[in-house]
């Protein structure tokens, strides 16, 4: 079988295809999207909740993808932690998703849109019972 490279230089058999599926690419952002500090979560929506309610960790919960033959576009639903600058996060999120995604799949990212869709407060019962 002759061999190719693809774009990214790895060596590619001529006779197929390689398909990488839209949730794998959802897992790869959540992931790389909640490593960032200042992210306290992924807004998921009805369907997400439901999963975690039944036992099931989403992994891609808050990751809406498209993914073309050698592109993929994102979009991110964070919940961020209070007291954090958003635009900052925001930011390093989008870097972040890209750097992961890009390295792992070969796909080049074209677009990370973020979604703030709530914030997250301590709560103050917490922070007092850890004083006395």
Same mark, same amino acid.
């Given at each position: 079988?002759?061999?190719r490279?693809?774009a990214?230089?790895?060596?590619?058999?001529?006779?197929?295809?390689?398909?990488?599926?839209?949730?794998? @690419?959802? $897992?790869?952002?959540?992931i /790389? =999207?909640?490593e960032?500090d200042? *992210?306290?979560?992924?807004?998921?929506? &009805?369907?997400?909740?439901?999963?975690?309610?039944?036992?099931?960790?989403?992994?891609?919960?808050?990751?809406? @993808?498209? $993914?073309?033959?050698?592109? /993929? =576009?994102?979009?991110?639903?964070? *919940?961020?932690?209070?007291?954090?600058? &958003?635009?900052?996060?925001?930011?390093?999120?989008?870097?972040?998703?890209?750097?992961?995604?890009?390295?792992?799949?070969?796909?080049?990212?074209?677009?990370?849109?973020?979604?703030?869709?709530? *914030?997250?407060?301590?709560?103050?019962?917490?922070?007092?019972?850890?004083?006395?």
């Amino acid at each position: 079988m002759e061999k190719r490279q693809d774009a990214t230089g790895s060596q590619l058999a001529t006779g197929g295809s390689v398909r990488i599926a839209d949730e794998v @690419v959802g $897992v790869i952002a959540g992931i /790389a =999207a909640t490593e960032v500090d200042g *992210v306290a979560g992924m807004s998921g929506g &009805i369907v997400g909740g439901i999963t975690e309610m039944l036992g099931k960790k989403n992994l891609a919960k808050g990751v809406k @993808v498209e $993914v073309g033959e050698k592109e /993929a =576009a994102l979009n991110l639903y964070l *919940v961020i932690d209070y007291g954090i600058r &958003i635009p900052e996060v925001a930011s390093q999120v989008q870097e972040n998703v890209k750097r992961a995604v890009e390295s792992m799949t070969g796909l080049e990212v074209t677009d990370v849109n973020i979604h703030v869709q709530g *914030v997250a407060f301590k709560d103050h019962r917490e922070e007092e019972a850890k004083v006395r």
